[in-house]
């Protein structure tokens, strides 16, 4: 695809900037220094998550990451289980959790994360989830993914 439809995904992680002013006549002649001001940033996220097989019907659910950098610590395999939870990334159906345990398939930095050991799993573009969901999903239902560590939807979808 064409660079303009993959925009790099930019990070400001709440970074606060100080800056203050004085008047110059010249360069013998100051006044004094103003206040400090300050600002601070937020976070800007562009990655591209798409939510797929929401419709109707359906029982399996599958989650896209098709563009942007790396995404650190999607799902965790617990050794204390042997079971997926979720890290970094959540599924969600009318606001409750889908547990990462229903996970089926799991494509993590372009390999399949069963078998993989126990840890962390990150995602690169390309890779993807599936879920598969206990009863199928009905109209008025809504599918989101949330991005935890900043409380942020990533993308939401209603079945109409």
């Given amino acids: 695809m064409p660079p303009s439809l993959h925009p790099p995904r930019v990070t400001f992680w709440h970074t606060t900037y100080y800056w ?3 008047a110059a006549k010249g360069s013998v002649e100051f006044s004094s220094w103003s206040s400090v001001w300050s600002f601070t940033t937020k976070f800007v996220y562009r990655g591209g998550w798409r939510l797929e097989n929401i ?4 029982t399996g659910v599958v989650i896209v990451y098709w563009y942007g950098y790396r995404a650190e610590n999607v799902v965790e395999n617990s050794p204390a289980d042997g079971k997926f939870h979720w890290k970094n990334l959540e599924l969600r159906l009318n606001g409750v959790i889908v547990p990462a345990e229903k996970i ?6 372009g390999r399949s994360a ?4 126990y840890g962390y799993y990150s995602m690169v573009p390309g890779n993807w989830i599936r879920i598969q969901l206990d009863t199928p ?4 239902d809504k599918v989101s993914l949330k991005w935890v560590p900043l409380n ?8 109409y």
Avoid at 55 to 58: A, D, R
Avoid at 152 to 159: A, D, G, P, Y
């Fill in 152 to 159: 942020l939807i990533l993308v939401e979808n209603t079945i």
């Fill in 20 to 22: 203050r002013v004085r």
């Fill in 114 to 117: 069963f078998g993989q050991g």
């Fill in 104 to 109: 089926i398939t799991f494509a993590s930095e």
């Fill in 137 to 140: 999903l009905k109209r008025g």
């Fill in 55 to 58: 419709e109707s019907g359906k």
